[in-house]
């Protein structure tokens, strides 16, 4: 079932709302959704139609449309218009017929999440009241990273986790798929990586691991929802599992014993050692061979007892090899203490950190993306009595997660070098689906907003409103939430 909210209970807040008159779009036997023939229009024509024959219970049919041709009566139309930005949308919902046009199949996709957010059951169909839209994101990254190497979350329940994304219009799915407790994407360079790190995770819980093929299907099934997968392998630290795997990697040959607690900082790779930087090449390669999109994470994250000079030879490895592959490197926030190259990502997360080596980073032009733990991770508890979750960062309520402002966090940033935002949530404590969405959900629809919606159009009282009505679409879908108590869920849908 899809969202039963109003037009005015929009989640990310829109730009520009302005409801219309009359009778609302019905779908119909009649009803079909038109599009131009680019191989990612039909593939997301072929999604809307499928949604919303599903909703309806009634076959909507996709039918290709001359350039020319306007939209017909019971069209739901998908226009790309060169005048609009690529993320940029306009939707005009009709009594006879739904126009949405963008710039770009990403601005296509926005468009339609809107639509079916502004979709209502009606006389055993769905219907839209008459409405104009016009919106466009204020951060391109608007991301969600999710832990599957503490506790490993496999393609199911990620699937679910991009449906949710797509909804939201989040768009940058970011897996942590490395971890002193397990190795979750098969090498074929190393297969030992999951061979022997497959199948552990915290306190000895079952784990798991991707194939190749099972990653290839998650992230093709990613792109049709205009989320691209971001993978991460950490290093020089977070390495237990590697270590464990293959020996060769360790001062004294022998592999590491496999470890299924949550402490960090105590595993590290070693620059001199002969088989480091064939490793680091190797698997980066192969991370990039499966991964069709610009970036690959190289963590970089809590190596403590570590030199600074052999951090830095480690991090100029790993990212050598990412370049080589021909990608784009992402790292947390400590590889802006390291000499960086323009257009590196480098990930905030600790504002109990030094910020100077990321306002230098950004000078030499880094990219910010920005993941404070205080706010956007989401595995903290929402108080002292939330059975779930970790709180060194605090505990994040609600309100919490939606009254931040990504570029006032670190002062003295360049203007124009936070490119976007990202929720967090490891898993130490998360052993299942139910698990997973209780701790993102009410929050992650909060940071959804932080990262599309701007500043002057984003208000808390307005929000809390406006989430009230997510709470049955959850429950319909048949997800997990919290019912923060910040909210009055007990809303009148009608």
């Known amino acids: 079932m899809p969202a039963p909210t109003t037009r005015s209970r929009l989640i990310p807040a829109p730009r520009l709302l302005q409801e219309r008159p009359g009778e609302p779009f019905v779908v119909t036997a009649s009803t079909a959704v038109t599009v131009g023939t680019g191989s990612a229009e039909v593939a997301l024509a072929v999604l809307t139609a499928e949604t919303l024959s599903r909703w309806s219970g009634t076959t909507v049919e996709v039918r290709y449309r001359e350039v020319a041709e306007p939209a017909q009566a019971g069209d739901v139309a998908l226009l790309?218009?060169?005048?609009?930005?690529?993320?940029?949308?306009?939707?005009?919902?009709?009594?006879?017929?739904?126009?949405?046009?963008?710039?770009?199949?990403?601005?296509?996709?926005?468009?339609?999440?809107?639509?079916?957010?502004?979709?209502?059951?009606?006389?055993?169909?769905?219907?839209?009241?008459?409405?104009?839209?016009?919106?466009?994101?204020?951060?391109?990254?608007?991301?969600?990273?999710?832990?599957?190497?503490?506790?490993?979350?496999?393609?199911?329940d990620l699937r679910v986790v991009v449906g949710l994304m797509s909804g939201y219009k989040l768009n940058v799915l970011h897996l942590h798929l490395s971890d002193d407790q397990g190795w979750r994407l098969q090498i074929p360079s190393r297969p030992g990586l999951t061979e022997r790190s497959g199948s552990t995770a915290v306190d000895g819980d079952p784990g798991g691991y991707f194939t190749t093929e099972e990653f290839e299907a998650l992230v093709a099934y990613a792109a049709v929802r205009g989320v691209r997968v971001v993978p991460e392998i950490d290093v020089p630290g977070h390495v237990n599992a590697a270590l464990h795997a293959y020996g060769e990697l360790t001062p004294s040959g022998e592999p590491t014993e496999e470890y299924t607690g949550i402490d960090v900082g105590f595993s590290r790779l070693h620059a001199d050692l002969p088989a480091t930087e064939p490793f680091l090449r190797d698997v980066?390669?192969?991370?990039?061979?499966?991964?069709?999109?610009?970036?690959?994470?190289?963590?970089?994250d809590e190596v403590p007892t570590m030199d600074p000079g052999e951090y830095a030879r480690l991090v100029a490895m790993a990212s050598d090899a990412v370049r080589a592959a021909g990608k784009q490197v992402v790292g947390w926030q400590e590889i802006a203490t390291t000499p960086v190259e323009p257009g590196t990502v480098v990930q905030f997360w600790d504002?109990?950190?030094?910020?100077?080596?990321?306002?230098?980073?950004?000078?030499?032009?880094?990219?910010?993306?920005?993941?404070?733990?205080?706010?956007?991770?989401?595995?903290?508890?929402?108080?002292?009595?939330?059975?779930?979750?970790?709180?060194?960062?605090?505990?994040?309520?609600?309100?919490?997660?939606?009254?931040?402002?990504?570029?006032?966090?670190?002062?003295?940033?360049?203007?124009?070098?936070?490119?976007?935002?990202?929720a967090t949530v490891w898993t130490e404590t998360l052993r299942g689906l139910d698990d997973l969405m209780t701790m993102l959900l009410p929050r992650l629809a909060a940071v959804a907003e932080v990262a599309w919606t701007p500043r002057e159009r984003r208000d808390w009282d307005d929000f809390a409103a406006r989430v009230a009505a997510h709470g049955a679409y959850w429950d319909a879908e048949g997800l997990a939430w919290y019912p923060s108590p910040q909210v009055d869920w007990a809303v009148d849908l009608t």
């Open 80 to 156: 790309v218009d060169p005048a609009l930005g690529a993320e940029q949308y306009r939707l005009d919902v009709a009594t006879d017929r739904v126009e949405i046009a963008a710039g770009s199949p990403d601005g296509l996709r926005n468009g339609v999440a809107t639509l079916l957010q502004v979709m209502h059951p009606l006389d055993g169909s769905f219907a839209a009241w008459p409405v104009h839209v016009e919106d466009e994101p204020v951060h391109a990254w608007r991301g969600l990273s999710v832990d599957v190497a503490r506790h490993f979350f496999g393609p199911e």
């Open 351 to 422: 504002p109990r950190m030094d910020p100077a080596p990321l306002v230098a980073a950004a000078k030499a032009g880094a990219r910010l993306l920005m993941s404070p733990g205080s706010r956007a991770y989401l595995d903290m508890k929402y108080d002292a009595s939330t059975p779930l979750g970790l709180e060194w960062a605090g505990h994040i309520e609600l309100r919490d997660a939606y009254e931040w402002e990504p570029t006032a966090l670190v002062p003295g940033l360049p203007e124009g070098s936070v490119i976007g935002v990202e």
């Open 284 to 300: 980066f390669g192969d991370v990039a061979a499966v991964t069709p999109g610009e970036y690959v994470h190289i963590g970089g």
